[in-house]
């Protein structure tokens, strides 16, 4: 009889195995990365299933820093988080370059995120997609807006809503007359600028509306019109616009946030080429451009133009002249003392009464 | 005489249910008074609304002279004694009598010697510090009543306090209760469905039924002269014969009972020509009487003997299958009946009463 | 095979369970929250003490978990006397069931709903601009009272439930003979009601406790700019800085602090930890 129970037991564990044996994709990305017609077509082409776990940077890096590594076969990181990360936790393996079709992308963002994401001579992702933080303005209270210091203009008082992490920081410090990434290698002249920050965000904080927490919440303050100068990203801006014409992603004038998402793979990834082929899959021009249309966010795929729809192309014209493009500042690869500085000053300032 | 309650046309509807119907009497200070019916007559709600638990439909009550209407529990001149006493268990036994003080801001020295003089005065001196877990059944009694008392009510009103207690303390309680009552001269309005209880302790005693009252009287009066069938019935033991009334002859009648048997006995006043009941008591019935001058006889067989001390009885059947109870006397005169035994059974005339038949209320 | 190798083959699923997922985990934390950098320190949980923003953090959070916790008890009190003894019993487990209800949604859902009643440009606002009893609309959202109201929100079942099960061991005769003894209805409450539920009390105060000085989403969503709760610090640190030691030594001080939180309640109001959870 007990015999019987532990056969039962085993065959039971050897089905569960079986029903395992499905070749799965997990990928750990950001919202709208993975679309789902995007997933159903992937599938249909490989027979390979796709798992999707929505998350941000900080959590990407927290649940892979957990299982040094394991549990998911790709993640997509922004491409200023990887290389430090990378040095501590050892949670990413090298990209192999020879898998990757480099033809399908833009060659210059290839090189910077590969530039950008060396550790001890090997790079770790290549670049999926990119935009920039800047302004989300609704133009019929707060016409003309167009620096980052609107954030803590009196005139906007109540009216005013930025997410408390790091791109509010620095786009402040711009705004301040500093380049913080040309700080970067300077620990206490950047911890002076934060100083200088804080106390600015800290007097300004009584015309603070609220500090949005995730996207929708932001969408919904601008869109019911209780926000009217906030921080956040172009895409969101430009759905905003969709809906009223007045809302518009405004890139300020002291340079909009240029950040790049990448692919990266965890150092103790199961299906390797799974997370290949789903990295080729996702820059092939009609796949690449399909998202873009979908998302709003402009793709690093090469040949994606003429798969990308035209409102979008309208929107990233309005918005994105030739100068300001140039005048973008990239975000480069973060050291991790200064996070940890940064962070300090996010509680004190969420703290300050 | 002075009144300590006064009812007067009290009636409490439920929907369209009358719990309490048109009831209506007195109660002289420092009496005791019982009401006793059986579960379900109305006799709680009648106490619920002395106490100012219900309200009442239409009537009115007035103790010691005031209309009581509107007068929420808490300020009514009246305590009472709950069935299974609610007695505070997270308190001590001195708390839960100084409870109803501390309420009315007395000064807290003044609890103490009140509290004190009133456990003394129930028989518990001492037991203050006690918790209400440690108490036997009469203790908690006695420490329910403490915490009324305490308080020097107008009325005290008990619900089949006795009720949980088995019946040896039961029987002791009920001397007690009465002692009590003659010791502090308040006024008891006592309701049980016990008739024993009722009638050893009560000055005076309202029998209920169906929301009214049948019958107000001394307990000897209930006994000895019911005023209706459900009183006699009721209120002790009775034999009972359904019948018909031949012939009316001022205070005595003549009845044929269903079984053919012809009696003469007393006359309640409605009784007249016509179906009739006859109740007569266990212990009016003579066994084999020696003179049968003027009185009732019959024959009847023992069927058992319910031996029960002074309060013995035989289980007697009449040729017709017809059974009744008959006192059997321990002055060992009917150590010779057994069961089986043919005997005749006699009765003085005075000792039955026949009331006409009515059809009972649904 | 003897019945007490039947015993511990089945047991032991669940002793694995508990270490390999309960215990092992937490001694990993508590020795990483001995340690920085440079080695072995105390140095995360001097950082609590020496650094006036996350002591005052957790100050902040305590007193209002306790004023949370005070509220809930107020609210819920009548709550449960309404459910246990005015209701009739048909109508109480529709009570009940409308208590429940609100939980089987998330959390998050719950915390949105009200975020779009209260918000400036909510239903409540619109409501209030439409039957004229407001001229502009003004934000409910983002304060701490909001917050305060949507915590209590959050714990009210779970300090109703422990005190409709004291509440129905409560025999009515007790209220109705304080009640003729002279006791006004506050004085009932006062003496009879609540000392009969205390250990419900006790035992919903600490679960209440534990739940909103453990909650994250609604300080964070309904709180205002100031609303910085512990958790969050503590998430912070895990997540935004990567300081994993810190992190845990938050926690656990977290974990230290709540206990003596707990432990000094009980004895201001004389109970046993064992007599509530019998």
Redesign the interface.
């Known amino acids: 009889m007990k015999k019987k129970l532990v056969f039962a037991l085993l065959a039971l564990f050897c089905l569960a195995g079986v029903a395992q044996a499905q070749e799965t994709l997990k990928l750990l990305t950001w919202k709208g990365y993975a679309p789902q017609n995007l997933v159903d077509k992937f599938e249909k082409e490989t027979g390979i299933k796709v798992e999707v776990t929505y998350s941000n940077n900080e959590e990407m890096i927290a649940k892979l820093r957990a299982t040094r590594g394991a549990g998911f076969d790709l993640a997509q990181p922004s491409q200023d988080r990887i290389a430090s990360v990378q040095e501590q936790f050892g949670i990413y393996q090298p990209i192999d370059y020879t898998k990757i079709q480099s033809d399908l992308f833009i060659p210059s963002m290839l090189e910077a995120v590969k530039k950008n994401t060396q550790v001890g001579g090997k790079s770790y992702a290549v670049p999926f997609c990119w935009g920039t933080s800047g302004l989300v303005v609704n133009t019929a209270q707060a016409g003309g807006t167009t620096s980052w210091k609107a954030l803590i203009d009196p005139q906007y008082k109540g009216r005013i809503s930025y997410r408390l992490k790091r791109p509010v920081l620095i786009g402040l410090g711009f705004a301040l007359g500093y380049d913080p990434f040309a700080l970067y290698g300077d620990e206490k002249a950047y911890g002076e600028m934060l100083d200088k920050i804080e106390a600015e965000l800290i007097k300004a904080k009584p015309l603070v509306k609220n500090y949005w927490a995730n996207g929708d919440q932001l969408l919904e303050s601008v869109r019911s019109g209780e926000v009217t100068v906030a921080e956040g990203w172009d895409n969101g801006g430009w759905k905003l616009h969709e809906e009223n014409k007045d809302i518009d992603f405004v890139a300020p004038s002291e340079g909009a946030l240029g950040w790049i998402d990448t692919f990266a793979i965890p150092a103790k990834a199961k299906n390797v080429d799974a997370a290949y082929k789903w990295i080729n899959f996702m820059l092939r021009p009609e796949n690449s451009g399909a998202f873009t249309s979908a998302e709003k966010i402009p793709t690093a795929s090469k040949g994606a133009g003429p798969f990308i729809d035209p409102a979008f192309q309208a929107n990233f014209d309005r918005s994105f002249p030739q100068a300001v493009i140039d005048n973008i500042k990239w975000y480069p690869p973060v050291p991790a003392k200064l996070e940890a500085m940064e962070g300090k000053v996010l509680d004190r300032i969420k703290a300050a009464n | 005489m002075q009144y300590d309650l006064v009812i007067s046309r009290l009636v409490k509807e439920f929907g369209t249910f009358r719990a309490v119907d048109d009831v209506s009497f007195e109660v002289p200070k420092g009496s005791f008074f019982s009401i006793l019916g059986p579960s379900g007559c109305g006799k709680t709600t009648l106490l619920r609304m002395i ?3 219900e309200e009442q439909t239409s009537g009115r009550i007035e103790i010691s002279g005031q209309d009581m209407r509107g007068v ?4 009514r001149p ?3 004694v ?3 006493l ?5 308190m001590n036994v001195a708390e839960n009598i100084a ?2 003080l501390r ?2 801001k007395v000064p807290a020295a003044e609890i103490r010697r009140r509290t004190e003089e009133m456990l003394e005065r129930v028989g518990l001196p001492g037991y203050g510090a006690k918790r209400i877990h440690q108490l036997s059944g009469g203790q908690k009694q006695r420490v329910a009543i403490a ?2 008392l305490v ?1 020097d009510p107008k009325l005290l009103l008990l619900d089949e306090p006795l009720g949980a207690l088995d019946l040896k303390l039961r029987e002791q309680m009920k001397v007690e209760l009465k002692k009590l009552q003659a010791k502090v001269g308040t006024t008891f309005i006592y309701i049980t469905h016990d008739q024993s209880e009722a009638l050893v302790m009560s000055d005076t005693v309202a029998v209920m039924n169906r929301g009214r009252f049948e019958q107000v009287g001394s307990p000897q009066e209930l006994y000895m002269d019911p005023q209706t069938p459900f009183v006699a019935g009721f209120v002790g033991d009775n034999n009972r014969w359904e019948g018909t009334v031949e012939e009316v002859e001022g205070e005595t009648v003549l009845i044929r009972t269903d079984e053919a048997l012809v009696f003469r006995a007393r006359r309640k006043a409605d009784a007249h020509k016509g179906p009739a009941t006859l109740f007569l008591r266990p212990e009016a019935m003579v066994i084999d009487p020696v003179g049968t001058d003027g009185l009732n006889t019959f024959p009847a067989v023992v069927k058992a003997i319910l031996f029960d001390g002074a309060n013995s009885r035989l289980l007697t059947v009449t040729p017709s299958g017809h059974e009744l109870l008959a006192a059997l006397p321990q002055n060992r005169a009917f150590d010779h009946i057994r069961p089986g035994a043919e005997i005749t059974l006699g009765w003085h005339p005075h000792s039955g009463i026949v009331f006409a038949r009515r059809e009972e209320r649904p | 095979m003897n019945r007490s190798g039947l015993f511990w083959l089945f047991l032991t699923p669940v002793l694995l369970w508990l270490f390999l997922l309960i215990v092992l985990p937490h001694v990993d934390l508590f020795i990483l929250s001995f340690r920085t950098d440079e080695g072995w320190s105390l140095e995360n949980y001097a950082n609590f003490f020496t650094e006036p923003i996350y002591w005052l953090t957790f100050v902040r959070t305590a007193v209002y978990s306790i004023i949370t916790t005070l509220l809930t008890l107020v609210v819920s009190l009548p709550v449960a006397f309404y459910i246990t003894k005015l209701s009739r019993p048909r109508v109480r487990g529709f009570l009940m069931i409308l208590l429940l209800l609100p939980f089987w949604v998330s959390e998050l859902v719950r915390v949105y709903g009200w975020m779009i009643l209260l918000r400036e440009s909510g239903v409540l606002n619109y409501l209030f601009l439409q039957l004229g009893l407001l001229e502009r609309p003004v934000e409910m959202l983002y304060n701490d009272a909001t917050m305060i109201m949507g915590l209590v929100y959050t714990s009210m079942l779970f300090m109703v439930v422990p005190l409709v099960s004291v509440m129905e061991s409560l025999d009515d005769s007790l209220v109705e003979a304080a009640y003729d003894l002279g006791a006004s209805k506050i004085c009932i409450w006062r003496t009879i009601i609540i000392p009969h539920c205390k250990p419900g009390i006790t035992s919903g105060a600490i679960v209440v406790f534990m739940l909103v000085l453990g909650n994250y989403l609604t300080p964070n969503l309904m709180g205002g700019k100031n609303s910085l709760w512990f958790t969050e610090q503590i998430y912070n640190q895990f997540i935004a800085s990567f300081n994993w030691n810190q992190g845990a030594a938050f926690g656990f001080l977290l974990l230290a602090l709540s206990s003596c939180i707990v432990w000094v309640g009980l004895k201001l109001t004389g109970q046993k930890l064992g007599e509530v959870a019998s």
Do not use: D, I
Request: proline share 8%; net charge positive.
């Open positions: 106490a100012g638990f929420t529990p808490n300020r009246v305590n009472l709950f069935q299974h609610a007695l505070f268990p997270m409870f109803g309420r009315r915490r009324c308080l």
